[in-house]
């Protein structure tokens, strides 16, 4: 079956520092891959997906690049913001099967601190 | 304003009692889902519905039945609730089942004494 792997646990970092998520996975129907971002109480939110392309997707100063030789879509950023503090989750998506189906890493809390 | 909505935001309850959790979307999506977050941050899919016809049922205990009237409301209800539901259920649409982006509601936290 599919799965995805993440950083475990928690991750401190300070601010201005740079930000590495990682992410790999495992599906044989060479997925489309997620990463959601979840404040304290808030609705998890789509922050970036793969394209199928080879683009690199970015949002909010946030970047991943998926690479399928080695089954990764870590997430990135220069310089860590006290906003970003939260709880990020990698996912998949099998390209074919209609059902939209996300698979959902462990998650990582991602705190950074002054 | 469009968006998932949830209710209640809690709901506290005793082992074997019934629950149910109301989900309704304003974006006029096609698909509409049921996640568990456990206390461990753990997201896994419940339930998927598309047009108001059930698309995905994970492995969930049969106490667990999801329902919807139309495609834009899914509530969830459990019948005879265990310990080990507590967590925070969390609905989210999509504008199809072959649209990948998900957006998800607040969610509904759990607690069964």
């Known amino acids: 079956g599919d799965s995805v792997t993440q950083t475990e646990g928690l991750v401190t970092l300070t601010e201005g520092l740079p930000v590495m998520l990682n992410c790999t996975y495992q599906?044989?129907?060479?997925?489309?891959l997620f990463w959601y971002v979840q404040h304290l109480n808030e609705a998890p939110k789509l922050l970036l997906k793969?394209?199928?392309?080879?683009k690199r997707p970015e949002h909010q100063g946030f970047h991943a690049t998926l690479h399928k030789s080695s089954s990764s879509f870590h997430l990135q950023k220069s310089s860590a913001q006290l906003s970003d503090s939260a709880l990020y989750y990698c996912?998949?998506?099998?390209?074919?099967?209609?059902?939209?189906?996300?698979?959902f890493g462990q998650g990582t809390v991602l705190s950074v601190i002054p | 304003e469009t968006a998932v909505f949830q209710t209640p935001n809690y709901h506290v309850t005793q082992v074997g009692n019934e629950v149910s959790f109301n989900c309704k979307q304003t974006?006029?999506?096609?698909?509409m889902y049921w996640y568990k977050q456990d206390s461990k941050k753990l997201l896994k899919i419940m339930f998927s519905?598309?047009?108001?016809?059930?698309?995905v049922n994970e492995t969930v205990p049969r106490r667990f039945s999801p329902q919807s009237s139309d495609k834009a409301h899914l509530n969830l209800r459990i019948k005879s609730v265990e310990p080990e539901d507590s967590a925070v259920y969390l609905c989210?649409?999509?504008?199809?089942?072959?649209?990948?982006?998900?957006?998800f509601g607040p969610g509904t936290r759990l607690t069964v004494l």
């Open positions: 793969s394209f199928t392309d080879n």
């Open positions: 996912a998949l998506r099998r390209s074919t099967g209609g059902n939209n189906k996300l698979t």
């Open positions: 519905y598309n047009n108001k016809q059930l698309i």
């Open positions: 599906s044989t129907y060479s997925p489309f």
């Open positions: 989210a649409s999509s504008y199809s089942y072959n649209y990948a982006e998900q957006f």
């Open positions: 974006l006029g999506h096609d698909t």
